[in-house]
Every structure is written in structure tokens, then in C-alpha cells.
């Protein structure tokens, strides 16, 4: 069967592993190149992205994920996963840099201080079922999704927070966090 990696340098790792888990997948937390070799697929955990960043590079990573993303492996970022999946970052600190992937540019911190978190109900036509609720914490915003890539979730306002492009799926919110787990079943979709 597959087996689904999750980057697990920082982050919120465990409940990745507990949604793809009960979906029946088999996990391995990555750290190493070696560890990045033996899955099918990646996910990118919510946290820090400029954390995410810097112990990508010193854990040797950060070349073998551009790598896999060139060579088109399956991978789902939330939130601060998403930043390190966008072409384009604005408001990067400290030199941070993106893996990339997704043809799409990303705010930082975009939704406020007042707002830091919140959960809201999606627009999310190709998801199907009950409406997406979703959960944001200091969240990202998609503002442009270039020709490449598609919307996959908006607020009711017309922000748009899911992008996917190929295999590659980005979320501003928190999926692994609400009991949300079809996102992951599309990622394990395209395995
Ligand atoms: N603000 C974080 C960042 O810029 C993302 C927050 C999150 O992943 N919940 O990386």
C-alpha cells in the first residue's frame, strides 16, 4: 500500500497522522533524504514556515523535496505547509524561501491580528458532501492563483485559502485539526 510521508521537523505532525492513519495509509514522519526516498506522497504540516525552512535546509531536505516536487510526488501543505508549496511568498521574513510547486502567491499572517483564528464555513465546489468548516489559525491567503493552478476553497467573500495544481494540494486553514479529512483522501486519491 502507499505510504504517506509527513515532514515532521516543526509542526503539527501528530494530527496528520492521525487523519491519514484512520484513512488506512501508512505514515513515516521524514526528516532525512533517506526517509523522503521510501514514501509516495508528503504532506506539509501547519507551523512555522520560516522553522520549516531553515531545518529543511540544514536537515538536508529542502533540495530532495524541490526534487520530488519536480518529479510530480503527491503533496498537501496546510497553512504554513502551503507557504512552503507557493511559487510566491510576500511578507517572507528572514530570507526565507518556498519549496514551491504551486503557481500561486501567498500572504503571510494575512488575516490580522484581531482575527488570528477563526473557523468559517467554505465555498469548496469540488468537495463533495457537507460544506467545508474550516479552522484558521494565523493563516496564509492565496491572493493570485496563476495559470497552472486551480481554486479549490474561497471564504464567502471570494478569499481564496485551497489551491491545487497536479498532485500538489494548499490550504490555508487546518483540516487535520476540525475532523475535515477529505483533503487528505484526495491527496491518497492521487496515489
Ligand atoms: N504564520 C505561520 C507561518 O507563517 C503559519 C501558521 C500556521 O501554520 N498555523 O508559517
Not at 524561501?97 to 490580522?112: H, K, P, T, W
Not at 489559525?137 to 492563483?145: F, K, L, M, N, S
Amino acid at each position: 500500500s502507499p505510504r504517506v510521508g509527513i515532514l515532521a521537523l516543526q509542526g503539527d505532525v501528530r494530527e496528520h497522522e492521525h487523519v491519514l492513519q484512520a484513512l488506512g495509509a501508512d505514515t513515516l514522519r521524514v526528516r532525512r533524504p533517506e526517509e523522503l526516498a521510501q514514501v509516495d506522497a508528503l504532506v506539509i504540516p501547519g507551523g512555522e514556515s520560516t522553522v520549516i525552512d531553515k531545518l529543511s535546509r540544514t536537515f538536508g531536505l529542502r533540495d530532495p523535496i524541490r526534487a520530488a516536487i519536480a518529479d510530480g510526488m503527491p503533496m498537501l501543505g496546510t497553512c504554513a505547509g502551503l507557504i512552503m508549496l507557493a511559487d510566491t511568498v510576500i511578507d517572507a521574513i528572514d530570507g526565507q524561501e518556498s519549496f514551491g510547486g504551486l503557481d500561486a502567491v501567498v500572504r503571510r499572517n494575512a488575516f490580522g491580528r484581531q482575527v488570528e483564528s477563526f473557523e468559517a464555513e467554505l465555498v469548496a465546489p469540488g468537495i463533495d458532501g457537507d460544506a467545508v468548516r474550516a479552522a484558521f489559525i494565523r493563516g496564509p491567503v492565496i491572493e493570485t492563483v496563476g495559470g497552472s493552478a486551480s481554486v479549490l476553497a474561497s471564504l464567502p467573500d471570494g478569499r481564496i485559502v485551497g489551491v491545487e495544481q497536479g498532485g500538489l494540494i494548499g490550504l490555508s486553514f487546518h483540516p487535520e485539526i476540525s475532523g475535515e479529512d477529505r483533503f487528505h483522501r484526495r491527496l491518497l486519491a492521487a496515489l
